[in-house]
Each structure stands twice: as C-alpha cells, then as structure tokens.
Nanobody, 124 residues
Framework: QVQLVESGGGSVQAGGSLRISCTAS????????MGWFRQAPGKEREGVAT???????TYADSGKGRFTISQDNAKNTLFLEMNRMKPEDTAIYYC??????????????????WGQGTQVTVSS
C-alpha cells in the first residue's frame, strides 16, 4: 500500500508559476510509474505528466514546454513545476503511482494509487 499526499496548490494569475508536490509513504521511484493527472470542473480526468524509475518523462500536449515533472528520491517526493500558466490549467491535480518494472514507459492510464488532490486555480 502506498499513500500519496499532495501539497502546494493555490491560486495564481495567468502567466505565473506554481510548483506542487506529492510525498509518498514509502520508496516508490525505482519500480513505479509516478504521474500527475488533473480534473477540471465538468471534465474527465486527464493525464498531465509521468516519470519512470529511470527518469524518463512523458507529457501531455497541454503542458509540453510549460510543465516539468521531477522527483527527489531521497525524500520520496514528486514535483510538478508549472510555468506560463493559463486559465485552462485550473483543475484539481492528482498524484498517482503504479507498480511497474524499472524502465517501463509510463503512460496515462488508471494507476493503482492516488492522492486526494490539490486545487490549482489560474485567474485571467
């Protein structure tokens, strides 16, 4: 069992930056896919970015060039740095983890473990 706790959400103006974090209850990054997903009001949840145990990253088109996913293995913490933010980035952002062999490609699918989410609001 893995517990995930997100933090760092809040409000920001369009064009601004925000970094959200996710702390895992146990070491996960060598043999898990880790990812960020989001759900805007009235919309389905969608993938934002993922990272595997080798540091390989995948980004949805919506965040390419603006978002950066990273992890601090020593602190069991996953980050999402969001720059040049847009009002359409407004959503609840969820951290997720899925056990996978090291080196697996981590896509956007239904992961096994999920955090409770953190609200991100971008005003125009």
């Amino acid at each position: 069992q893995v517990q995930l706790v997100e933090s760092g959400g809040g409000s920001v103006q369009a064009g601004g930056s925000l970094r959200i974090s996710c702390t895992a209850s146990r070491y996960t990054y060598s043999s898990y896919c880790m990812g960020w997903f989001r759900q805007a009001p009235g919309k389905e949840r969608e993938g934002v970015a993922t990272i595997n145990g080798n540091g390989r990253t995948t980004y949805a088109d919506s965040g390419k060039g603006r978002f950066t996913i990273s992890q601090d293995n020593a602190k069991n913490t996953l980050f999402l740095e969001m720059n040049r933010m847009k009002p359409e980035d407004t959503a609840i952002y969820y951290c997720a983890a899925d056990p996978r062999p090291r080196g697996s490609w981590c896509g956007f699918y239904e992961y096994k473990y999920w955090g409770q989410g953190t609200q991100v609001t971008v005003s125009s």
